[in-house]
Each structure stands twice: as structure tokens, then as C-alpha cells.
């Protein structure tokens, strides 16, 4: 079958609270981050695994809150005065583990935007006394703060987060495809996203709807490159 040319364009993902689908996984979280909930100790660290919702929820929070959401990797001492005026969100903190320049621009960070009544959100993948930050005044701080993890998807939330992933894509599968992938699919969110990636971009290389027999072949495709990454790397 002739290939015409693709372009893997970014998807445009939809980042509103009507976007965000409420499953026992994540439930709570939700709940902890409804800007009438109170933290006690006025920050909250939100972790789950990648793909989770993490960065969805915290726009959501952000748009009810008006607060401003900086990556960690980005934080300067400089960018500190200014940030600490409002509410604030920090992204993948972890990344920051063995950056002691960044971990004292968030110790600084944390201490005055409470210090002035507004509230901190932290994230990353792991639960935050696996952060493995260096400076230690950091880390025990982010282990006082109210934790929200959101846990693996089931089979309702991940169809739900692969027919998002569609829609962000503008995309549209056959009914009987993500029945399919759900129940054959591994069962996170990272691989909703790549198998995802990778049926949009086999439709538009060979012009065909987002069919069953499509995804069984996308499925196996994955499966496939993932037992020969495991050869090369035990090799």
C-alpha cells in the first residue's frame, strides 16, 4: 500500500474541569484540590504516574484560583518575589533532585508563599519521600504537605482518558476500538498515550479509518518494539 507523507502535528488537549472524567482512582484528589478544601498545612502535593491527569488537574485549579503554574526546571532565586504574590503550582519537582540551585528557588518559594497566605501545589510521579531531594529542608517540607495521589486507571477511566486522547487529536475511532484496546491494552496511561500516538499516526500514513484490525496491528507493533528494547537492553 502506498504511504503518503505525515506529519506528527502536537495534540491540542483539552484542559478544562468539564475535560476531566471523576473515577474512584482519582476521585480524591479531585476532592482535595476543589479550592474550597482547606489544606492544613496550606500546600498539597499532587503524584501519580505519568499521563494521570496530574497537569490537567492542576489547570483546573489554577483556572479557579487564578493561580500561576511554573515548572520546577524553571524556577530562578530572581523569579522568586514576584512568583510569591498569589497561589502558585510547581511542576515535576522531582526533576529538580540533584539541581541545588532550582531546590533552594522552591525552599525560598515555599517558605514565602505561605509566609504571605496563598497556597502551593507540588507534583511529581513518585510519592514525595521518594523525591530524593538533596537539600533536606526541602524534602521534609514537601513530605508535611497534604498528599493527593491518583492511581492507576480503571477500565471506565481508561476508556475515557483514550477517547480524550482521540478527541485531543481530533480524531475519531470505530465504536468497537477502544472496547478493544482496554481490554488488550496494557493498563496506564502512558500506554493509552502512545498507542494512541501511534494509531493516528498509521491512519494518516496510509489513509485509513481508526479501525479494530488497526489497533490489533498497533498493538502488536508496540508489543514488539518493547521485546526487542528489552533484548537490546539485557544484551
Excluded at 522531582?94 to 509566609?115: G, Y
Aim: charged share 20%; hydrophobic share 45%; glycine share 6%.
Amino acid at each position: 500500500m502506498a504511504q503518503q507523507l505525515s506529519f506528527d502535528l502536537p495534540a491540542k488537549p483539552a484542559l478544562g474541569r468539564e475535560d476531566f472524567f471523576v473515577a474512584p482512582s482519582n476521585a480524591m484528589a479531585v476532592a482535595l484540590l476543589d479550592p474550597q478544601f482547606a489544606w492544613p498545612s496550606g500546600k498539597l502535593v499532587l503524584t501519580g504516574p505519568k499521563g494521570a491527569g496530574k497537569s490537567h488537574l492542576v489547570h483546573v485549579w489554577a483556572s479557579q484560583t487564578g493561580a500561576r503554574i511554573i515548572p520546577a526546571a524553571e524556577l530562578t532565586a530572581e523569579a522568586v518575589p514576584q512568583l510569591a504574590h498569589g497561589p502558585i503550582a510547581v511542576e515535576d519537582v522531582p526533576q529538580i533532585a540533584c539541581d541545588p540551585e532550582r531546590q533552594n528557588a522552591l525552599f525560598h518559594l515555599h517558605n514565602l508563599v505561605l509566609a504571605q497566605g496563598h497556597a502551593l501545589v507540588m507534583t511529581g510521579q513518585p510519592a514525595p519521600n521518594l523525591w530524593g531531594l538533596s537539600l533536606p529542608d526541602l524534602q521534609s517540607r514537601v513530605q508535611a504537605a497534604t498528599h493527593a495521589e491518583l492511581q492507576p486507571p480503571d477500565d471506565q477511566l481508561l476508556a475515557v482518558v483514550l477517547a480524550k486522547l482521540f478527541n485531543d487529536r481530533q480524531i475519531t475511532p470505530k465504536p468497537d476500538v477502544i472496547p478493544y484496546l482496554v481490554a488488550h491494552m496494557d493498563r496506564s496511561f502512558a500506554a493509552a498515550a502512545q498507542i494512541v500516538r501511534r494509531l493516528d499516526h498509521l491512519s494518516l500514513a496510509e489513509k485509513r479509518s481508526l479501525s479494530r484490525p488497526l489497533a490489533v496491528r498497533a498493538l502488536s507493533e508496540i508489543r514488539e518494539e518493547g521485546t526487542e528494547n528489552d533484548a537490546a537492553a539485557s544484551g
